[in-house]
């Protein structure tokens, strides 16, 4: 019987030693993302990460986030596993604006013009979005000098009340409208309308989006 009741509280004690090391673990997350964001001179409210994403803003670039940002930036606290942190890269001169309640897990986000990202936005796993072929289309430019320097960029924007699903991609010079459903997979690369669902790759019209209660 008093073996049976140690062991009992070997494991209470393990489970509380458990609930506490991911506690230290959280609040670890929480300020090691704080510090980046402020050694970055992102204008923030609010953040909650799971992990550490990395980030990258030049000194001439310029980063905002709204309220109640979250970001997921491991496979364990991944719904899907993806062991990808999350990434956030501002070219100098370069703007990247995310709103409020936007949420992203394992996403990479690239600014070398400006990217805007509205309110209530859910970013699922795998995403990118871009809005720079990153290189020259000319060959000529390929591995010298120039290739960053003859690379088109063009403004991403995505509206307010966005669900962007899984391995998603999103590319240069796309504005997404409001309550847009995008499906896990697809690869934008055309402008999309309010209140529609789109899919596929290249990424087409599938169907209106009807809200209802």
Same mark, same amino acid.
């Given at each position: 019987?008093?073996?049976?009741?140690?062991?009992?509280?070997?494991?209470?004690?393990?489970?509380?030693?458990?609930?506490?090391?991911?506690?230290?673990?959280?609040?670890?997350?929480?300020?090691?993302?704080?510090?980046?964001?402020?050694?970055?001179?992102?204008?923030?409210?609010?953040?909650?990460?799971?992990?550490?994403?990395?980030?990258?803003?030049?000194?001439?670039?310029?980063?905002?986030?709204?309220?109640?940002?979250?970001?997921?930036?491991?496979?364990?606290?991944?719904?899907?596993?993806?062991?990808?942190?999350?990434?956030?890269?501002?070219?100098?001169?370069?703007?990247?604006?995310?709103?409020?309640?936007?949420?992203?897990?394992?996403?990479?986000?690239?600014?070398?013009?400006?990217?805007?990202?509205?309110?209530?936005?859910?970013?699922?796993?795998?995403?990118?979005?871009?809005?720079?072929?990153?290189?020259?289309?000319?060959?000529?430019?390929?591995?010298?000098?120039?290739?960053?320097?003859?690379?088109?960029?063009?403004? +991403?924007? #995505? =509206?307010? /009340? @966005?669900? !962007?699903?899984? &391995? *998603?991609?999103?590319?240069?010079? +796309?504005? #997404? =409208?409001? /309550? @847009?459903? !995008?499906?896990? &997979? *697809?690869?934008?690369?055309?402008?999309?309308?309010?209140?529609?669902?789109?899919?596929?790759?290249?990424?087409?019209?599938?169907?209106?989006?009807?809200?209802?209660?």
């Amino acid at each position: 019987m008093h073996y049976l009741k140690s062991l009992k509280f070997i494991f209470i004690l393990l489970f509380d030693i458990k609930k506490i090391t991911e506690g230290i673990k959280r609040r670890y997350y929480y300020y090691i993302t704080n510090i980046s964001f402020i050694a970055n001179n992102i204008d923030y409210s609010s953040i909650d990460s799971v992990g550490i994403p990395i980030v990258q803003v030049a000194k001439s670039g310029k980063c905002e986030i709204g309220e109640n940002f979250a970001c997921v930036n491991n496979a364990k606290s991944s719904t899907l596993g993806i062991n990808k942190r999350c990434k956030i890269l501002v070219y100098p001169q370069a703007l990247l604006k995310i709103g409020s309640n936007v949420a992203m897990s394992n996403t990479t986000i690239v600014a070398t013009n400006s990217v805007e990202i509205g309110n209530n936005v859910m970013i699922g796993g795998g995403v990118t979005i871009m809005d720079s072929d990153f290189h020259s289309l000319n060959p000529i430019h390929w591995r010298t000098k120039y290739d960053e320097e003859y690379m088109k960029s063009r403004t +991403v924007t #995505i =509206g307010n /009340n @966005v669900f !962007i699903g899984m &391995g *998603s991609i999103i590319l240069k010079g +796309v504005r #997404i =409208g409001t /309550n @847009v459903i !995008i499906a896990a &997979g *697809s690869v934008v690369s055309r402008n999309i309308p309010d209140n529609q669902i789109w899919g596929g790759n290249p990424a087409v019209f599938i169907k209106n989006n009807v809200q209802t209660k």
